[in-house]
Nanobody
Framework: QVQLVESGGGLVQAGGSLRLSCAAS????????MAWYRQAPGKGRTFVAA????????WYAESVKGRFQIYKDLAKNTMYLQMNSLQVEDTAVYYC????????????WGQGTQVTVSS
């Protein structure tokens, strides 16, 4: 099992920035990729960004391209999400998850961190 702990959420004005962190522990060797998802009030969980753990491949949802950057620190076993030019529509609980094998779904969800963007 992999344990994930998110941090870095908060309240920010539109146009501002936040950096989220996701610290991984446990069976982290069994990991292909990690990702950020978010869940806005009254909506389902949606994909935000993902990063391969063994190379530099990254993927983004169209809604965050050019504003968010996902990256990792291998030494700290931590994934980050730098969020710039935040919009009210980015308000959500942000979760990180791990993909344990090629073709397998993301899982081992963290507890989430709240991001609130005010107008």
């Amino acid at each position: 099992q992999v344990q994930l702990v998110e941090s870095g959420g908060g309240l920010v004005q539109a146009g501002g920035s936040l950096r989220l962190s996701c610290a991984a522990s446990g069976r982290t060797f069994a990991r292909v990729a990690m990702a950020w998802y978010r869940q806005a009030p009254g909506k389902g969980r949606t994909f935000v960004a993902a990063i391969n753990w063994d190379d530099d491949n990254v993927w983004y949802a169209e809604s965050v391209k050019g504003r968010f950057q996902i990256y990792k620190d291998l030494a700290k076993n931590t994934m980050y999400l730098q969020m710039n030019s935040l919009q009210v529509e980015d308000t959500a609980v942000y979760y990180c998850a791990v993909q344990p094998g090629v073709g397998l779904p993301f899982g081992s969800w963290g507890q989430g961190t709240q991001v609130t963007v005010s107008s």
